[in-house]
């Protein structure tokens, strides 16, 4: 079984970067599909960016696109967010999750993280 645990979050003021990290554990993650979500106080759970297992199916949510980017090494067992040009309304707990394939869905995702706290001040 597959087990994430992410980190690399932090507090950072609008218009900063942060990049977030999700490493795996067990010997078949090459053969899963990765994708990040994220929760914010009140708020379900959203989709905001996903890779398939060998990165040629790549999505991002509306609300990150251009300045979000996701990307995998499988030889490192880990699955990257790069965030820039933050703003506030990013704010939220970070997650990663895998799939059998690229989807938006989170119904999709059978393991997840722990989550690792976003926070964009103004």
């Known amino acids: 079984q597959v087990q994430l645990v992410e980190s690399g979050g932090g507090l950072v003021q609008a218009g900063g970067s942060l990049r977030l990290s999700c490493k795996a554990s067990g010997r078949t993650f090459s053969r899963y599909a990765m994708g990040w979500f994220r929760q914010a106080p009140g708020n379900e759970r959203e989709f905001v960016a996903t890779t398939s297992w060998g990165g040629s199916n790549i999505f991002y949510a509306d609300s990150v696109k251009g300045r979000f980017t996701i990307s995998r090494d499988n030889a490192k067992n880990t699955v990257y967010l790069q965030m820039n040009s933050l703003k506030p309304d990013d704010t939220a707990v970070y997650y990663c999750?895998?799939?059998?394939?690229?989807?938006?869905?989170?119904?999709?995702?059978?393991?997840w993280g722990q989550g690792t706290q976003v926070t964009v001040s103004s």
């Open positions: 999750a895998t799939a059998r394939y690229a989807t938006v869905v989170a119904a999709t995702y059978e393991r």
